[in-house]
């Protein structure tokens, strides 16, 4: 898939926004053809150098990017010539799925084993262990600490991980269900 066609993907933009950040989006967004240096893409982009370094790194970070240094023959300076590897994203994508997927499962696992108490003043959830040690108190305001269903969160994440699951074409383990 061409640049081009990847960058106007949603996903694949929001996906680069959440690895470079804002300052760093204007060099995600605008992969030269072939090798460029840092200076000239701050030049051409009209950004810090420190930050268009910063996104190139967290792009090849992620192998997204890569570079070739030249060390000029009279002066020693090293020179960085960079270049994006963005047929990588889809793989890249899918390894986060497949992370927030065992992510969501291990917390679906945790919601399910444990008891919680809720502060209702002060919003302070609390596992049953917590809760019996404080009395059923709230340490930070002293209110009852009442007994929390998290149902609706278990449904919520057994959903979500239902569709990644169908995304990622995953059959689901023999693990406790919600």
């Known amino acids: 898939m061409a640049f081009e066609d990847l960058l106007e993907d949603p996903v694949i933009q929001k996906y680069l926004h ?14 030269p ?3 460029v240096t840092d200076e000239e893409l701050a030049e051409e982009l009209g950004l810090e150098l420190n930050d268009v ?3 190139l790194f967290i792009l090849y970070e992620n192998d997204l990017a890569s570079y070739r240094r030249l060390r000029d023959e009279d002066s020693g300076w090293l020179t960085y010539l960079w270049t994006f590897h963005y047929e990588n994203i889809p793989e890249q994508l899918e390894g986060e799925m497949h992370r927030l997927l065992e992510g969501l499962e291990e917390r ?24 019996m040690d404080f009395g059923f108190e709230c ?3 002293g209110s ?9 969160l278990l449904e919520a994440m057994e959903e979500r991980i239902e569709q990644l699951r169908d995304e990622l074409n995953v059959e689901p383990d023999s693990e406790v269900q919600a």
């Open 53 to 55: 370094r910063r996104a």
């Open 33 to 35: 053809d072939g090798e």
């Open 108 to 131: 679906r696992e945790y919601e399910f084993e444990h008891e919680f108490y809720l502060c209702e003043n002060c919003g302070i959830r609390f596992e049953f262990g917590e809760a």
């Open 144 to 152: 009852q600490l009442d007994a929390m269903e998290n149902t609706m």
């Open 139 to 141: 340490p930070d305001c």
């Open 18 to 31: 959440e690895l470079v950040g804002p300052k760093g989006m204007p060099v995600a967004a605008a992969p």
